[in-house]
């Protein structure tokens, strides 16, 4: 079995100020975990993806994320906040061994203020 | 070059009735999975198809179906239509149906009355 939990479902910050979402998993195996972006009425964009490489993974529009193997943790962060960034981040788990599942976090929605 | 494609954009329906959904995916990419995202949730996963045959599959009742055709186009079916079965249903291809990259359409806004 598998999940995905975002601890935040909101998260509000200054513009130039860091970000920080968050995203705690449950997996029986190795998953590889993914960040999606999804602006308001316009499709899920792949910000970045973790594939049992390096544990720190840098997507696009600076932002990155770290696997945490003891923490079951995979955090999505970025330096400074743009006003661009406000969207919704969805954290997701893929386990795939021949047949596939896919599982979505509820989602954060990230606020940035002015 | 052209992404995902998903037809139609929006459809009413009612209670009961069957409706089909349809995707194409970006060229090259033989994988289609598919999605139900619920007003305020996040999408979840419906089906998943890799050279015509289903490779993954979500917890949805029997009333959802899905297939995949020659040329990697698919459709979703749903019978018997349910109020709840009000969503957008998301489209995504992938080259392969190992844990690639999936690349997102639209959307169907799907409202069931």
């Known amino acids: 079995a598998q999940s995905v939990t975002q601890l935040d479902s909101h998260v509000s910050v200054s513009e130039g100020t860091p970000v920080l979402l968050r995203c705690n998993y449950s997996?029986?195996?190795?998953?590889?975990l993914f960040w999606y972006v999804q602006h308001p009425n316009k499709g899920l964009q792949l910000l970045l993806k973790y594939t049992s490489a390096a544990t720190l993974v840098k997507g696009i529009n600076g932002f990155e994320a770290e696997f945490k193997k003891s923490e079951t943790s995979f955090h999505l962060t970025k330096p400074s906040a743009h006003m661009s960034d406000a969207a919704e981040y969805f954290c997701?788990?893929?386990?795939?061994?021949?047949?596939?599942?896919?599982?979505f976090g509820i989602g954060t929605k990230l606020q940035v203020i002015p | 070059d052209a992404g995902v494609t998903q037809s139609p954009t929006h459809l009413i329906k009612t209670r009961g009735q069957h409706v089909t959904l349809r995707c194409s995916p970006i060229s090259g990419h033989k994988s289609v999975s598919w999605y139900q995202q619920v007003l305020g949730q996040g999408p979840q996963f419906i089906f998943q198809y890799y050279e015509k045959e289903e490779r993954g599959r979500g917890n949805f009742p029997d009333r959802f179906s899905a297939r995949q055709f020659p040329n990697y186009s698919s459709e979703l079916n749903v019978n018997a239509l349910l109020l709840g079965d009000s969503a957008l249903y998301l489209c995504?291809?992938?080259?392969?149906?190992?844990?690639?990259?999936?690349?997102f359409g639209p959307g169907t806004r799907l409202l069931v009355l």
């Open positions: 997996s029986s195996y190795s998953p590889s």
């Open positions: 995504a291809s992938s080259l392969s149906a190992g844990v690639e990259t999936q690349y």
């Open positions: 997701v788990v893929i386990l795939s061994g021949g047949y596939q599942k896919v599982t």
